[in-house]
């Protein structure tokens, strides 16, 4: 699919986007960003390559300049479709030019630029050889907050997102889990949360039993049993945007300890939550949920961050995490998802997309956080 632009996005919001971006760099000490085809590009802009080709397209942004779009020719009319497209000037170059030499124009000579995380190397190599007095840092790591406050259209799409990821929820639990393999019930949730609406499934782990206790465990072919605590992880995009929901599910009656656990995880998961509101710092929320499990002895338990950013992708920054000062602002949406993880035996993982509103938090995810008993 071309562009894939989201129907509520205008030519305003997409310059707006750009006159942004191009201030925040001046700000960063950047003399302009370098967009390559990839999330930053299609925020920015509306337009996503017809694929990922070795031609080089990209975005070039300096303030106080127009945007130039450099596009190979056999791409631009696509470009030019793009719902940004009348905000930016684009320059197209044919096969057998250099693409490079072309860039180079549009750059200060001696510059440090801002580039896209996705971009190819041999592009930024091509440019640094080009422009041997450039210099690159990457986009994530300067302008780390350029996607991260959402206006008020994509939180709706947010929002959206969550609530199909809810439904397809609603419809997982009521599946047969015994004696089928992780394999399976991941294809359910890929089928579900496509039926959904999400056109893009990004991850869809089914981790049951000592499986749980890996959080990066996806799938494999275990067989799912009776008493088995079956950890659900999974996403993607709906018309663009990012869903990312956990619920940690159990075959038949759970135990007093599995059902303990689960307590703890979610009690941790409400404080981190509750810890949710404009002002605070990232490293509260995960503070505030780390003091439930630590509180319950299971501190060497929760091995990773509390939570992570959300928007056009379903992993970029602001993350919830020990050492993150930056500011919690309205229109901010990331995950608060403790766990706690028993090596051998099992996991429990509870996770919300939360964003941050005028006076506290709001959850784009909302199914019961209770353990639910599955067959
Ligand atoms: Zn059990
Ligand atoms: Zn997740
Ligand atoms: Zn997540």
Known sequence: MTGRTPAPFTV???RARMGRAALAAADAGLAGL?????PDLVWLTGYAPPAATERLTALVLAPGRDPVLVVPALEAPDAALSTGAPA???????DGKD??????ELLTPDGRFGVSDNAWAMHLLGLQKALPGT???SLTDALPMLRAV???AELDLMAAAGAAADATFEDIRKVRFAGRRESEVAADLARLLREHGHEQVDFTIVASGPNGANPHHEIGDRVIGHGDMVVLDFGGLKDGYGSDTSRTVHVGEPTEEERRVHDIVREAQQAGFAAVRPGAACQDVDRAARAVIEDAGHGPHFIHRTGHGIGVTTHE???????EERELVPGMCFSVEPGIYLPGRFGVRIEDIVTVTEDGGRRLNDTTREMVIVD
């Open 34 to 38: 370098l967009v390559a085809p990839g």
């Open 317 to 323: 920054p602001p993350y919830m995490i020990e050492g």
């Open 88 to 94: 930016l000037t684009l320059r197209d170059w044919t």
């Open 135 to 137: 210099s690159y840092a």
């Open 12 to 14: 305003d919001d997409y």
């Open 150 to 152: 959402k206006d008020a």
């Open 99 to 104: 693409p490079y030499a072309l860039t180079a």
